[in-house]
């Protein structure tokens, strides 16, 4: 039975759509981001009471969207100068970015419908469609992935990064390709090559989690060095363990956790907790994503609490 690894998941994690800006970070997450999606900013300040309307019913139909744009929240009480050059009259105010470069705005509180309209127009003047192919071309990827043609994938990644090079999603499915064709020095290239922000993606922490992963497996042997031996032995922990990590080297992870759940119920302070906190090493390997972490977390919690 072998497990695969999910890379991506097709939506941008909620902490890239909505983020706070300021002058200083305004290229980066406006003109910068607005290259690869339409990016809506808005201009608020806190003593403005239809600031206070408007900007929640953006934030709830741009998480709505699930990617197809994104929101900056600009203060301008603290960001006078920025507000001035964009000669901003009034409060609220919503510039729509493009490719660089405004492409529609509008100022004052609008009811939800209204708002709507407004960023189906963004949208549709951004390409809109172009979204939904890179998306599409993300998901042919990770199916590439999915079926061991790392090979493919690999060239698949390859050409979307040419796309959108800071793209944490495709750089972590770039690198895991890379990992799986035994290329760990190019990964290692890869990551030292990010910026700080990029390696707190959640993305590009289970990308760093899989690396890891990938190096102890190496060291593993097969599942049938093990078998016999832990079925004889049932409470050998050291035993089960390295069954667990051969496992995971012939890319079975739930037999893999499965041993390792099966320490912790029987032993949980078992070699000051090994065996739990190796299944969270793996869970952040797999990622949030994938079904088995979501199941091992629930698996792992009924057995701690019992």
């Not at 695969?4 to 997450?29: K, W, Y």
């Not at 097969?222 to 050998?236: C, G, H, I, T, Y």
Request: proline content about 3%; hydrophobic content about 35%; charged content about 30%.
């Amino acid at each position: 039975m072998n497990d695969n690894d999910p890379i991506i998941s097709s939506d941008q994690s909620i902490e890239n759509i909505i983020v706070d800006s300021d002058t200083a970070s305004f290229n980066t997450d406006v003109i910068e981001a607005s290259k690869s999606m339409p990016v809506l900013v808005d201009f608020w300040a806190d003593w403005c009471a239809p600031c206070k309307q408007l900007t929640p019913i953006l934030e709830s139909l741009v998480k709505s969207y699930k990617g197809q744009l994104k929101l900056v929240k600009i203060d301008t009480e603290k960001n006078q100068e920025l507000s001035q050059q964009l000669q901003i009259q009034s409060l609220p105010t919503v510039y729509a970015f493009y490719e660089g470069q405004p492409i529609d705005g509008f100022s004052g509180a609008m009811p939800e419908n209204e708002v709507k309209k407004f960023i189906n127009k963004v949208i549709e003047a951004s390409g809109g469609n172009k979204l939904e192919e890179f998306r599409k071309a993300i998901e042919e990827a990770e199916k590439l992935y999915n079926e061991e043609d790392f090979e493919s994938a690999l060239n698949a990644f390859s050409n979307l990064l040419s796309e959108e090079a800071n793209n944490a999603k495709i750089i972590s499915g770039y690198g895991k390709c890379l990992l799986k064709m035994e290329r760990g020095d190019e990964v290692k290239e890869l990551l030292e090559g990010l910026e700080e922000d990029m390696l707190n993606d959640k993305n590009i922490i289970s990308l760093v989690a899989l690396s890891e992963l990938e190096k102890s497996n190496k060291m593993a042997g097969s599942p049938e060095e093990f078998l016999s031996d832990v079925n004889a032995n049932p409470n050998d922990h050291e035993l089960r363990f390295k069954l667990a990590e051969a496992y995971l080297a012939s890319n079975k992870k739930t037999d893999a956790l499965e041993q390792l759940l099966t320490i912790v119920k029987k032993d949980r302070n078992w070699e000051d907790d090994k065996a739990r906190k190796k299944i969270v090493e793996l869970l952040d390997a797999f990622g949030e994503d994938d079904p088995i972490t979501s199941k091992t977390r629930l698996k792992l919690s009924s057995i701690i609490f019992a």
